[in-house]
């Protein structure tokens, strides 16, 4: 009968193992993206995936996803995450309005600029549309909500990351990532489209192990069952 229990056991963790095994890990710049969970996260702080809260208002979003824990990215936070990925974060954490370009290099996504879409996907999409490019010279960018309103005036800042282009066979513009000053976009209660909300919440000391933690254990009871059953 203990055995059996064992095995049962056995049998539970191995498909928990397996289920976990379907998710896709894309790490850049010590980020890794979970593409189940859609959740992109350094290990202390988690970020959701902006397409998840596309042409969301800051209080829709909210109202859908603060009972797990998200709240709006802060000036810090999302200044912490620019940096990460070399982008320019000069100003002061109230009214920065700073963007910076880079190069355009011809049919490759393998820049800061488009490994950062790879991890927090794209909003904005111009793939062989009206003149734009296909494939890696298509237009892809992401915009995101975020920031303290400090002032308590109801406005908030917005990020943004593009990919190189072409448009009509020639560079449209190079890649380029930007904060937005406050007072220039939207209110919390207003949504644009092509702008998602930025979310994050600390990382759960209580999150899920690993598969490759569960694969051990599930060994380690192998084993065991193993050894009792040859005794018997």
Known sequence: MKLKF?????????????SFANATLITHNGYTLDT???????????????????NESINSSLATFSSDGWTLSSNAQMFGLFADFGFSTTGS?????????????????????????????????????????????GRL??????????????FF??????????FNGTEENAPFSQLSAEDFFNTANDREFYTSVALVR???ST??????????????????????????
């Open 157 to 166: 800042q917005r990020a943004s990351v593009l990919s190189d282009n072409l």
């Open 36 to 54: 189940d969970t859609k959740i992109v996260s350094n290990g202390v702080i988690e970020w959701l995936q902006w397409t998840e809260t596309k």
């Open 6 to 18: 064992l095995q049962a056991a056995v049998a539970g963790l191995m498909l928990s193992a397996c």
């Open 202 to 204: 600390n990382v759960s």
């Open 141 to 154: 960018g992401v915009h995101a909500y975020f920031g303290d309103d400090e002032n308590n005036n109801g």
């Open 93 to 137: 954490l109230e009214s920065v309005s700073v963007i910076e370009y880079g190069s355009y290099i011809g049919g490759s996504d393998t820049d800061s600029y488009d490994l950062f879409l790879a991890l927090f996907g794209a909003n904005e999409i111009a793939d062989g549309i009206a003149g734009y490019g296909t494939g890696d010279d």
């Open 207 to 232: 999150s899920v192990p690993e598969p490759s933690t569960l694969a051990i254990f599930a060994l380690g009871i192998m084993g065991l069952s193993a050894r009792r059953f040859k005794k018997k």
